[in-house]
């Protein structure tokens, strides 16, 4: 789980953006690393593939749809 911290016990301004973006850059690079991301979540929910998820096709169901939730195949 990766979590920002508030603005008054020192975190970044901008934050709630930033940890997301990070998480979601961490996934896209373990993945092209070679890992297995077997899920992944939004606001409204998320997905779990066992064998794995493919990310490009997640990415463009949320851009579709507003979110992963009810990715087909997962």
Do not use: I, W
Request: proline share 4%; net charge positive.
């Amino acid at each position: 789980m990766v979590t920002g911290k508030p603005t008054s016990a020192g975190g970044a301004v901008g934050r709630e953006d930033a940890t997301g973006r990070r998480c979601a850059l961490v996934a896209r690079l373990l993945h092209e690393m070679g890992a297995r991301v077997v899920a992944v979540s939004d606001s409204q929910g998320g997905v779990y593939g066992p064998e794995g998820l493919n990310l490009e096709a997640v990415q463009r169901h949320k851009r579709q749809t507003g979110s992963v939730v009810d990715f087909p195949g997962a």
